[in-house]
Every structure is written in C-alpha cells, then in structure tokens.
C-alpha cells in the first residue's frame, strides 16, 4: 500500500516562520520522509476546549419509520447483513455511519415472524423501545421480551439474536460502541447458530428474575462486580414509577429532581453501582410542563430520543422542535437546553463512561463549574 503522502500547509499565521524557498524546501523534504511539524498543527491538535467534527442534529420518526418499513419490505435479513438496521449518519462525520464520534445509532426494523439471526461482537449494545411489542431478544440463551419504554442490554460478546412472534412489525432503537471500537481496532465477531433456538416468550427474561428486585442480589453473585450490568432489560414500569416518583417528591418539598421540574434517572449496574456497560451510559429524563433546562456542556457525546410529548432543543447555534420519536445528537462540550410547554419525556445515551474512566470529564451547567 502507498502511504497517505503528508501535507505541510505553509501559512502566515502567527507563530509561523517566514516563507522562503528553503523553508518551502523543507517541508518538502519532511513530507517525503513522513515527518510533520508540531508548529503547523498545533491549533488542531490542541484546540483550548473541544470541537467537535460531529454536528448538532436531529432525525425525525416520521421520516425514518416509513424508510425503515420500506426496507422491510425490499431487504430480506438474514446471515450475511446479520440485521436490517439503518444507521444515522451525522453530517460532520464525512458520511460514515457514526452518529457521533464514539456512538452507533440505528433504527431497526423485524417484520411478522421474522428472525435475526444469532452473532456475538466485542461491541456494547442496547435496544430502547419507543413503540410497540411482540419481539423477543434472546441473549445467551435467555429470551428477553421488548416491550414500549423498555430499555436492554447486549453487552459485548453475548451471542444474541431476535424473534419476531408477533403479526405485526417492529421497529426500535439500537445504540452501540461500534465507531469507537473500529478507532481503537479492538473489535472481534463470530456467527452463532443460524436459527435463534430458544424461542420461549416469557413476560421477564430468567436475568431479571434473577436481578431485577430493587436492592436485592441474588447471594450467590454477590461481590463480584461485572463490567456490564447483569439486567438484560430495564422496564418501563420501574423507570415510569422512579421518574414520577421525584417529580411528587419535589411536589412534596423533598430533594430528589436534578432541577425543577426535571426529573432523572440513570440505568445502572448492580454490581457496580456504575454504568450498566463500560462505553455506554443511558438515562431517562421527565420534564414538567412549562420548565426550561439550565445550559449544559459536557465532555463526550450524547444522542436523545423523544419518547412523549414535544420540546424545543437548543444545541450550540442550532434549535428544533422535537416530538415523539425524534432523536438528536449533541456533540462534546456545545451547550444544550431543553424547553417544553406540555412536558416531555427523554431517553438518552451517551459515552460519558469512556472519559469517566480516563479522568477526562467535564460538566458546565450555567455558571456553575464541576
Ligand atoms: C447488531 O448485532 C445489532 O443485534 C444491531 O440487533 C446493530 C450493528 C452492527 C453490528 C452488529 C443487533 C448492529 C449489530
């Protein structure tokens, strides 16, 4: 393979020696050696805070729900394409199929009775549902219903497929690690059986029956933190309660809420404490009617769902309306607020335990600096 030849740009800019044919002599020579000065670059490469390639952005589920049932009906799936999963693709990232720079978002898309096919991957993965029922996400072995709010959990290397047992399609929203996992080049694949075998239908999969009771473990695995949470499904019941829950408190004049108004929870691991998958954090987020969230910048990247009511979103310079099944994404450290008038209910993701883990986190909510 021919390397990439390297381009020196020779400019004006302060700091930047004087043109001459020798210095223009020079950078010749270092590009055909390979060779890359820190003075040329240094505004890149180390900007005072961060910039993001990745662009503010929002989708729209009217506009992928009707794409994503047009696939289903020209796109058979099966091994080969493993899914029919349609990714978005932010604009600041030259077309590649990253919502951010770390995070993977798809829709995707199971027509009646039909199947996906059982793998395993290194990547991190979870599903959550904005509407609709009827499929079953087999992980292990374990089979894990989806149902509306839901929120689940494939991490990484768990052989897992899907079944549709229903009559009608499904469609659902799948993040993953997957763009910073092809940076790092960690990543690992392998196909499991091509008919997803354990084809129960029970209402709690065997991992919530073991796990899923509020601050209990079960002894036997008590003491042995896992990387990633043990729970392959987090239901909207639970999630629904907690969120009210902090809202009637506030009502009631106890602490609880993030701000006013503005309940939120975080999915965790109960073995840690911590996030429930080591790349990815997720959250839900309950706004009252009326309330308008203080501006916040965080270090790492975040996508948004919509799951009721509607909102007015500002990222940066950009601002939309968003509704029921919309997502938008906001790239490290551009400010954002949300304001509604009806109340609005959120599903977010982010990479926040990637920089936790490295010491890189930042958060600036208005004035106040963490
Ligand atoms: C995958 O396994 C799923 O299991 C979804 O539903 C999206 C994107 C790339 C690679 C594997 C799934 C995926 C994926």
């Known amino acids: 393979m021919t390397p990439t030849p390297v381009r020196i740009a020779a400019t004006d800019a302060p ?9 223009d002599a020079l950078y010749c020579d270092f590009e055909s050696e390979l060779l890359v000065p820190l003075w040329t670059e240094i505004g890149d490469l180390m900007p005072t805070q961060p910039h993001s390639k990745a662009l503010p952005h929002t989708w729209r589920w009217r506009n992928l729900l009707p794409l994503a049932q047009r696939a289903g009906d020209l796109v058979p799936v099966g091994r080969g394409g493993e899914r029919r999963a349609i ?104 196909f499991g059986p091509d008919e997803v075998e354990d084809r129960g239908t029970p209402h709690l999969s065997r991992s919530e029956r073991l796990w899923a009771h509020p601050g209990l473990s079960p002894v036997s695995a008590t003491g042995t933190p896992t990387p990633s949470s043990p729970i392959a499904a987090y239901r909207w019941e639970h999630t629904d309660r907690a969120l009210n829950d902090q809202l009637a408190l506030e009502e009631e004049g106890h602490p609880g809420v993030l701000e006013p108004g503005h309940a939120a929870v975080r999915f965790t691991n109960p073995t840690t404490g911590g996030d429930v998958m080591p790349t990815i954090r997720a959250e839900f987020h309950r706004m009252r009617r009326g309330v308008t969230t203080a501006a916040r910048r965080e270090v790492g990247s975040s996508v948004y769902q919509v799951f009721e009511g509607s909102g007015t979103v500002r990222v940066g310079e950009s601002e939309w309306m968003v509704t029921h099944g919309d997502l938008f994404v906001v790239p490290s450290w551009q400010p954002f607020t949300l304001a509604t008038d009806d109340g609005v209910d959120l599903f977010r993701f982010s990479d926040t335990p990637l920089f936790d883990r490295l010491h890189q986190s930042r958060i600036h909510v208005e004035g106040i600096r963490k």
């Open 15 to 23: 700091g930047q020696p004087e043109r001459t044919p020798e210095l």
């Open 87 to 190: 990714a978005l693709a932010n604009p600041g990232l030259g077309g590649q199929p990253y919502v951010t720079p770390t995070l993977w978002a798809a829709i995707q898309y199971l027509g009646p009775r039909e199947d996906a096919p059982v793998h395993r991957h290194t990547q991190h993965a979870f599903r959550f549902v904005v509407e609709g029922e009827g499929v079953w996400t087999v992980v292990d072995g374990d089979p894990v219903a989806m149902r509306r709010g839901d929120f689940l959990l494939t991490p990484g290397w768990h052989f897992h497929g899907h079944h549709n047992q229903s009559d009608a399609p499904m469609a659902w929203l799948d993040g993953l690690d997957i763009p910073f996992a092809h940076y790092t080049e960690s990543t690992f694949f392998e």
